[in-house]
């Protein structure tokens, strides 16, 4: 092997590998984020009672990924008739059923670690597509230090694998361009895939088949007279009658094709979606919930004729259930009710590394302006955009983990800067991608509650954001261990945010809104999440305690 394959070859083992032990030892570390519960134990149905009456708002293919580690973890029998709402049902997987929590979460959570760390090879592959080797190495620099990226692919969540799998689906409509009838189908897998991970993809779905027929057209513009040997990797030779066919002819075929690949991207996609469903439950046994809302206008009608599963569309109709109600917002130190426009482009400025937003813009720039690159800026440009725009919208001003797709989209993106001839440009990406890895190092390993260096760091996330930008219930078990071994013996009183069971980490709190404040003395821990959005009763609490140290920079301890 030459040399300088060698080096490549060990630089990406070593962005890949120092990835891979961040995402493991922060999901080992972690206890349960809020939303896992649910979705563990939904996976453990899935396989154990062939059910899809669980966590309907969400496709299924994400908790079927989690349930391929929960096979080999020993995960005991769930009651059939259990009575309880899916987060009772999560809480009683974890804590009431004789599992232990930190094993089954790690189980479930691996196979995520293991599809994020694959999404990154493709991040690299599509770089080097369009880019060559340099590329493919700032892009993956960029994707594999990204803290997003590692705290929300080290989690038994559904974010990562819809938008890794939808960023597979753009990369292989990609290739199409060359080779349609080997690639546009994978597209088509691919794209299925993350419909059946996450619904809010739907809305990349037009512009996926549009691109797979334009890849459709460029390789029969290409090659106008290729057949169907192509499929098998054959090259196609060359037919006389089509080369001298006249022009009219020759746009209709390719009219044609370009057709043919749009709606067979599509159909195949479709086919997916139901293949998982069937794979669930083989009968789709599925009754729709009492009283459950139907929109009226375009919503109503696009979830009527979407040619998936009654379970699939309902679960639409429950997602746009939970857009309908008002939620509370925390944006740089004020609370709000409702959501605000600009929550997520702020958000991302927040918890972005200051080098990785130069390069992502400098890569969308590079793009437009740089011939080579050009036509590429069509697969990753507009769906992130789109995605963003769509994200903004929503009801829930949570987590920049609704823009997750960006640092995938975007790193394949900045890896244009490349191309650009002037000499200075390639070594200050370099160092921009190097300020990314010493941000992303220097949080290990609290990638949940990151934010970049002009907002403070890590340690001052709490104090812009809230919820699963910094606390989303992950931190008992640190907390468990700092009140051993700093505050032994003291009365501890406890509000925590979370879907996990204090008590079965040792923590043995109280509640103070259960006595009168005048009686609440000793240690007061409380998520920083419940911090921001302080309740009128316990504001008050907060203003006559003195905050004196931090748990995983989620939550606070105060001395009262």
């Not at 219930?473 to 071994?485: E, F, P, V």
């Amino acid at each position: 092997m030459p040399r300088r394959r060698l080096m490549y070859l060990l630089a990406v083992v070593a962005m890949l590998g120092q990835m891979a032990f961040a995402m493991v030892t922060t999901a080992r570390q972690q206890t349960p984020t809020i939303d896992e519960p649910v979705y563990v134990a939904t996976a453990a149905v899935y396989t154990q009672q062939h059910s899809l009456r669980y966590n309907p708002e969400h496709p299924p293919l994400g908790k079927l990924i989690m349930a391929t580690g929960l096979l080999f973890s020993g995960t005991n029998e769930l009651d059939p008739a259990y009575p309880g709402s899916q987060s009772a049902l999560g809480r009683h997987l974890l804590y009431e059923s004789g599992n232990n929590p930190f094993r089954l979460l790690f189980a479930a959570r691996l196979p995520i670690i293991l599809l994020t760390l694959l999404f990154g090879l493709v991040v690299l592959v599509f770089a080097r597509d369009l880019t060559g080797p340099a590329g493919g190495l700032v892009a993956l620099a960029l994707y594999a230090f990204s803290p997003d990226v590692i705290a929300h692919g080290s989690l038994a969540t559904l974010d990562v694998p819809a938008a890794g799998m939808l960023l597979t689906a753009f990369w292989l409509a990609w290739r199409g361009r060359e080779r349609p009838w080997r690639y546009l189908p994978l597209a088509g897998v691919a794209l299925g895939a993350a419909l059946a991970t996450r619904a809010n993809t739907l809305v990349a779905v037009p512009l996926l088949v549009l691109v797979a027929a334009w890849s459709m057209w460029h390789a029969q513009r290409a090659q106008p007279a290729a057949t169907g040997l192509e499929a098998a990797g054959a090259e196609a030779a060359p037919d006389p009658e089509a080369a001298a066919a006249p022009p009219a002819k020759t746009v209709t075929r390719r009219l044609l094709f370009s057709a043919g690949a749009l709606i067979g991207t599509g159909l195949i996609a479709v086919a997916v979606v139901w293949v998982v469903y069937l794979v669930v439950d083989p009968h789709l046994r599925w009754t729709t919930p009492p009283r459950l809302p139907h929109p009226d206008g375009l919503k109503g009608l696009a979830v009527d004729w979407l040619p998936f599963p009654q379970a699939y569309r309902d679960g639409m109709l429950i997602q746009f259930k939970f857009e309908r109600q008002t939620f509370n917002g925390f944006l740089l130190g004020e609370a709000y009710r409702g959501n605000l426009w600009y929550y997520l482009p702020v958000a991302l400025l927040i918890k972005t590394p200051l080098g990785m937003l130069v390069l992502w813009a400098a890569g969308a720039v590079t793009m437009l302006f740089v011939p080579r690159v050009r036509a590429a800026a069509v697969y990753l440009l507009p769906v992130s955009a789109l995605l963003l725009l769509v994200a903004m919208t929503g009801s829930r001003d949570y987590g920049t983990r609704y823009a997750i797709f960006l640092p995938l989209f975007l790193s394949v993106a900045a890896a244009s800067v490349t191309l650009i001839r002037i000499r200075w440009v390639l070594p200050v990406a370099a160092v921009l991608a190097l300020t990314v890895a010493v941000s992303s190092l220097r949080t290990f390993p609290y990638y949940l509650p990151y934010s970049n260096e002009a907002f403070g760091g890590t340690a001052n996330t709490h104090l812009n954001l809230h919820d699963s930008n910094v606390d989303w219930g992950q931190d008992l078990a640190r907390l468990s261990q700092k009140l051993k071994t700093d505050y032994a013996g003291e009365k501890i009183w406890l509000i925590y945010k979370g879907s996990g069971v204090p008590a079965y980490y040792g923590i043995n709190a109280a509640n103070p809104y259960a006595v009168p404040f005048e009686q609440v003395h000793g240690i007061l821990v409380v998520s920083d999440s419940r911090v921001a959005l302080a309740s009128p009763r316990l504001k008050p609490l907060l203003d006559s305690s003195t905050p004196i140290d931090q748990v995983g920079y989620s939550m606070t301890i105060y001395r009262r």
